[in-house]
């Protein structure tokens, strides 16, 4: 039977078109491995919610990245599979998962997974099903676009020996700015480089200047008037995005001192280097805040609930007589769950480890970092080097 509404709302037609198609296949016992391309706001969250609640007890949802995963209501790809988080596949074979009953594998942000870890899924599915068919005989949908950011340090997904087995359908229309018609035709060309003459007189006249000139971050002066200009507007869920970490530093530097003044507190990492056989440390400045800050969380804190990408707000900073900051309490925005926040180990390199504050603040960040972000107000950084397909990513995050 053909379904054309999910949780009181109606399918569009592309929706209910894909819904089906993947209803009928699976009721029909046929092999399905489909991909379901569409860029951000043309509902791919929707039409996974639908099919979950058709297929619930026979399908699992997964995504790269636990922000993406909690965006579905499901896992992420590591903890799903049982893989190691070292990216080691020889270790796979030890912790194989139970997954009784799987029908259907459903993987959001597809784009975001690379090719060798694509491959690893397919021999997963096969070591946990005990069959040796393409994916262990079970039906696959992937959701994503692949024009958005590839994965970091990976082959794209397409370039996986099993992507040819994958069949393609679209969703085109865009709900995100199903309110602003001629704005969402203009992502639509964004998407694939294109960019009419009109394109061009939009965008000119949204460029920040003084006195003729474009605004460098890299200039003082100019870093000091875009950031008077972003807060005199500035909500939750506005955000400057930059293609490099040392541009969104400065902006949330800036905007913090800025914004609260003499109550910033400039907190430090540990910065450990191996030297004549033993590590010796020093202090870097690691970000500004203040208390009532809003900050992003910059990595997974399964202790404390909270996942990279998501928000909290400053409640209070803790520092030594000294004046160095050695806890942080966040309230999450998410869960209203007080935390309180120490230093953790990142490795740099084969010689040198930080003990930094899983946070930053949250004016600004990169473009990979605001990936599965929906924002009211966006100001883009660009430059001349930025990897293709920033700028649409950026662009397509504005409501």
Request: hydrophobic share 40%; proline share 5%; glycine share 8%.
């Amino acid at each position: 039977m053909e379904v054309s509404m999910f949780n009181g709302q109606e399918l569009n037609p592309e929706q209910a078109l894909v819904f089906n198609h993947v209803m009928k296949t699976i009721e029909s016992e046929e092999e399905l491995f489909l991909f379901v391309s569409g860029t951000a706001g043309t509902g791919k969250s929707f039409l996974i919610g639908a099919l979950v609640e058709k297929m619930s007890e026979f399908t699992k949802v997964c995504a790269p990245t636990a922000f993406a995963a909690k965006a579905i209501g499901g896992s992420t790809i590591h903890s799903l599979f049982n893989f190691d988080i070292h990216e080691k596949p020889e270790n796979d074979m030890n912790t194989i998962p139970s997954l009784p009953n799987l029908r259907l594998l459903i993987i959001d942000e597809i784009s975001q997974c690379g090719a060798e870890l694509f491959d690893r899924i397919e021999r997963r599915l096969r070591q946990v099903t005990n069959i040796d068919a393409p994916f262990g005989g079970c039906r696959v949908v992937l959701f994503g676009d692949l024009l958005q950011i590839p994965p970091v340090k990976q082959a794209p997904v397409f370039e996986s020996l099993h992507w040819s087995r994958f069949s393609y359908k679209s969703l085109g229309i865009n709900q995100r700015q199903s309110g602003d018609f001629e704005f969402a035709q203009m992502l639509g060309r964004w998407r694939f480089g294109n960019f009419d003459e009109a394109d061009i007189q939009f965008l000119k006249a949204k460029v920040l200047m003084v006195d003729g000139k474009c605004l460098q971050s890299s200039r003082d002066a100019d870093l000091s008037e875009l950031v008077d200009k972003f807060l005199s507007s500035y909500t939750p869920k506005s955000m400057i995005l930059s293609p490099i970490n040392a541009s969104a530093t400065s902006f949330n530097n800036r905007a913090s001192q800025k914004q609260y003044g003499e109550s910033c507190v400039t907190v430090h990492s540990e910065v450990f280097k191996l030297q004549s056989g033993s590590y010796v440390k020093t202090m870097a400045p690691q970000f500004t805040v203040a208390i009532g800050g809003r900050m992003m969380i910059t990595k997974n804190l399964p202790k404390f609930g909270l996942i990279n990408g998501e928000f909290a707000l400053v409640e209070d900073i803790f520092r030594t007589p000294g004046g160095e900051t050695i806890h942080i309490d966040v309230v999450s925005e998410q869960t209203g769950r007080k935390c309180r926040l120490g230093r953790i180990p990142k490795v740099m390199d084969a010689v040198t480890y930080h003990n930094e504050f899983p946070l930053l603040p949250a004016f600004a960040a990169t473009y990979h970092k605001a990936q599965g972000q929906t924002l009211e107000q966006v100001y883009l950084e660009v430059t001349p080097n930025m990897t293709p397909g920033l700028f649409f990513v950026g662009a397509s995050k504005n409501r």
